[in-house]
């Protein structure tokens, strides 16, 4: 069983930045954000591997976001920076195993998100 709690959330003004954090109480091969607006399917922002860090992200936040872990905390974070209305959602921090790290229905252990809000 891993465990993950999620900080960072706020609202901010459009161009703004934020930074996620993921606390994770053991390691699973794969970590990745997700992110859910209202009335909305939850759809995949971000991906990386605890042992080689690679990354994989969503064409919508490409260029913008950035997910990195520091294995020493067991921390996986989410930098946001030229933040749109449109980035609103909750954003959930999940773990698992499968290489198909795009598809929700993958990961096994999930946290209870973080509201980011983002101002017009």
């Known amino acids: 069983q891993v465990r993950l709690g999620e900080s960072g959330g706020g609202l901010v003004q459009a161009g703004g930045s934020l930074r996620l954090s993921c606390a994770a109480s053991g390691r699973t091969p794969i970590m990745a954000w997700f992110r859910q607006a209202p009335g909305k399917e939850r759809e995949f922002v971000a991906s990386t591997r605890w042992m080689a860090g690679t990354t994989y992200y969503a064409d919508s936040v490409k260029g913008r976001f950035t997910i990195s872990r520091d294995s020493a905390k067991n921390t996986v974070y989410l930098q946001m920076n030229s933040l749109k209305p449109e980035d609103t959602a909750v954003y959930y921090c999940?773990?698992?195993?499968?290489?198909?790290?795009?598809?929700?229905?993958?990961?096994?252990?999930w946290g209870q998100g973080t509201q980011v809000t983002v101002s017009s």
């Open positions: 999940a773990a698992g195993y499968s290489s198909r790290v795009d598809e929700a229905v993958n990961y096994d252990y």
